[in-house]
């Protein structure tokens, strides 16, 4: 079964920016709808952004203005820009959504990856 691999993260200050990435980690034909999840401790994991496979976003009330979802179909990857980091936006951030195996396959849902890290210090 094939998940997403997320890199990026790290500690930055508040008012920062962070730019997430995330690639299949395996062979795959195409990517559909995927999203941007996050979980900070102690609290529910939560969709932050979401990018449908012809670009159309959209995004929690608490990053608009602030986080963009974009996507490289040709290279199954997906990223998340982040700027003006808050202190609440740590988290551990993770990329998900669907997947075709091959071209005649039915989409199928992401494993869950490790996900990436962000804390933002204030």
């Known amino acids: 079964q094939v998940h997403m691999v997320e890199s990026g993260g790290g500690l930055v200050q508040a008012g920062g920016s962070l730019r997430l990435s995330c690639a299949a980690s395996?062979?795959?034909?195409?990517?559909?709808?995927m999203g941007w999840y996050r979980q900070a401790p102690g609290k529910q994991r939560e969709l932050v952004a979401q990018?449908?496979?012809?670009?159309?976003?959209n995004y929690a009330d608490s990053v608009k203005g602030r986080f963009t979802i974009s996507r490289d179909n040709a290279e199954n990857t997906v990223y998340l820009q982040m700027n003006s980091l808050k202190p609440e936006d740590t988290a551990v951030y993770y990329c998900?959504?669907?997947?075709?195996?091959?071209?005649?396959?039915?989409?199928?849902?992401?494993?869950w990856g490790q996900g990436t890290q962000v804390t933002v210090s204030s």
């Open positions: 998900n959504g669907n997947y075709k195996p091959y071209s005649y396959s039915d989409y199928r849902n992401l494993d």
């Open positions: 395996g062979s795959i034909f195409r990517l559909n709808t």
């Open positions: 990018i449908t496979s012809s670009g159309r976003t």
